[in-house]
């Protein structure tokens, strides 16, 4: 029965959360960007392609390589139904791509980074990043990434190549499943990289891992129900005809970014995991509470000789990692906290200099009434009782 009883438990704790989850992909507006993340893609897939395959190009022990490149992207990233089309267009792009000048290719990078850019401040505002980084730092880290990303892949294709051929007895059937997990394992590594990386905030390395995974899973289920639909029922071809693949890839692009933007909003989300703090109404309260439940538990660091972690400090008060950064942002403007260079957080304020009224008015919302007069003396009531300061109010909650 006690079994039983914790399955149950578990089981509402696993539902409560997805819904959870659900309406923070709903509330975040990720089904509308992820229709402009397509239009964005189809913009910048062009000139992608093109600085991939120049870069690929670019390294003489790939050179072998080139078709299995081309025929990597189309079979992992692109579906069946359109895969000849965008087929023939790649190797005019690859073609073309040996006769850009320097400022064809400086534009063609514009254009690529204009994507990067928008999937960054995308998942900036699904973590509650207060900011984003300068952007000198964020050309060289997306320069690295388009750099990097074609060479991966030729390294990828290389090594998979060579197991699958070069080793003796019963291994080349090793080396073929590799081959076929290969694929989805890159895509697990280029979406971990990209939940840990992206965001200007800390993000649990477990909690990418573990979102990287799911968005990986599940593009590849959507990959076999995708060609499943397309061969059973015809209705594109039917409707369009000879266009039916340009629909067909947009479906492709919209419901793959929706998926990976769902993982973002995972690996945003599983910090509320902890404590079931994504039970928002039974365990978190408003953000005042919130607000002095965080000052409170950096006192009682301080009073400890501690300097506490964002990660720490969120699981002491039972927040999630963005509610708990955005109110230290918030702080920080008053000069209540502040954070140390290696990220840790420590209160830079006595108590005592801290009202409850401050923190409501600051936190919440002014405590004054300008047109309805008639609310002024209930505004000074409330404005008289919360004129404790922090450091009372710390008493009084310990007797």
């Known amino acids: 029965m006690p079994s039983r009883l914790l399955a149950l438990q578990t089981w509402h704790r696993i539902t409560g959360f997805s819904r959870f989850v659900l309406r923070r992909l709903i509330d975040d507006r990720c089904l509308q960007t992820a229709g402009s993340l397509t239009y964005t893609t189809l913009l910048a897939i ?14 003489p022990m790939f050179g072998d390589y080139s078709g299995k490149f081309k025929s990597f992207i189309l079979t992992n990233l692109v579906p069946d139904a359109s895969g000849k089309i965008i087929g023939t267009y790649m190797h005019q792009f690859s073609d073309n791509a040996e006769r850009l000048t320097a400022m064809g290719m400086v534009g063609l990078t514009a254009t690529a980074l204009l994507l990067m850019f928008t999937i960054e401040k995308t998942l ?6 207060p900011r984003s980084r300068n952007f000198l730092t964020r050309t060289l880290i997306y320069w690295a990434a388009l750099t990097l990303g074609p060479l991966l892949i030729g390294l990828s294709i290389s090594m998979a190549s060579w197991l699958s051929s070069g080793l003796p007895g019963d291994l080349p059937g090793l080396g073929l499943s590799l081959l076929k997990l290969g694929p989805w394992l890159l895509v697990f590594l280029t979406l971990s990289m990209v939940f840990l990386a992206v965001p200007n905030c800390y993000v649990p390395r477990s909690h990418a891992l573990l979102a990287a995974f799911c968005a990986a899973s599940a593009l590849d289920i959507m990959k076999l129900l995708f060609s499943l639909y ?23 692009l919209y419901v793959s970014w929706v998926i990976v933007l769902g993982g973002a909003v995972l690996s945003a989300c599983l910090s509320y995991w902890h404590n079931d703090a994504w039970n928002w109404k039974g365990k978190q309260g408003s953000r005042f509470e919130q607000a002095v439940l965080i000052l409170l538990a950096l006192n009682e660091a301080y009073h400890n000789g501690e300097i506490l972690h964002i990660n720490t400090l969120r699981r002491r008060v039972g927040l999630g990692l963005d509610v708990t950064n955005q109110l230290l942002e918030a702080m920080t403007h008053k000069k209540w906290v502040e954070a140390s260079r290696d990220g840790k957080w420590l209160l830079a304020i006595d108590l005592e200099q801290i009202r409850l009224v401050d923190v409501f008015e600051h936190i919440q919302i002014p405590l004054s009434a300008t047109k309805e007069q008639a609310l002024g003396p209930y505004m000074l009531r409330m404005h008289e009782e919360l004129g404790l300061t922090l450091a009372e109010y710390a008493i009084q909650r310990t007797i």
Do not use: E, H
């Not at 900036?124 to 990043?129: D, L």
């Open 46 to 59: 062009v000139p992608l392609f093109t600085i991939a395959l120049t870069l690929f190009a670019a390294f």
């Open 124 to 129: 900036n505002q699904i973590w509650g990043a």
């Open 230 to 252: 397309i061969k059973k029922f015809a209705t594109f071809k039917l409707v369009y005809g000879a266009f039916a693949s340009f629909p067909i890839f947009l479906l492709w």
